[in-house]
């Protein structure tokens, strides 16, 4: 699988990098994912921002996993992950940070989501990143179970914190 749209096939399914044409999928399948995590009104994001940071700024890169529901079929989408680059001094090297990966309910259980996953590391190998990163709802039992299944752990000893919003745009205001 490679950068140019080139797909790898398993069976009944295909991954394939994004183009700029699949913006509104990305954001179908961003909807989604916040629907299964209750946040479905924490949802701000747009064919045109997805369109602009993912395809034309190439500030993240998305990698879909489609699958033929029939002998014969055209195939559809059944899942997707949504990465980007971050950098680990103690590593000295570049890693993978994966925002999203999600597969439909009703399409689980069939290896999609573990196809997606190998994907990302394979981008991340084939990268030389030292680490591949994700965050996980603990409340999300069984992508616990998948993610501690590949070889995963969670990393207990460390707090996430976010800015957002008026304290983002505070702390970030002109120098002083």
């Not at 090297?93 to 573990?114: N, Q």
């Amino acid at each position: 699988m490679n950068r140019a749209g080139q797909t790898a096939a398993g069976g009944d399914y295909r991954l394939r990098f994004a183009e700029e044409r699949d913006a509104p999928l990305v954001l179908e399948f961003v909807r989604a994912l916040a629907e299964y995590e209750g946040l479905l009104d924490q949802v701000q994001a747009t064919e045109e921002g997805l369109r602009r940071y993912i395809f034309e700024e190439k500030r993240a890169e998305v990698i879909f996993c489609d699958h033929r529901p029939g002998a014969g079929s055209d195939f559809q989408p059944a899942g997707f992950a949504l990465f980007f680059h971050n950098f680990s001094t103690f590593a000295g090297k570049p890693g993978l940070y994966i925002e999203d990966l999600f597969v439909k309910p009703a399409l689980r259980g069939r290896g999609y989501g573990k196809a997606l996953l190998s994907a990302v590391a394979r981008v991340a190998a084939e990268r030389n990143c030292g680490r591949l990163e994700w965050a996980c709802l603990d409340w999300n039992e069984p992508s616990i179970a998948f993610y501690k299944s590949r070889g995963a752990r969670p990393l207990d000893e460390w707090t996430v914190y976010r800015l957002t919003g008026e304290a983002l745009r505070t702390l970030g205001g002109p120098a002083r």
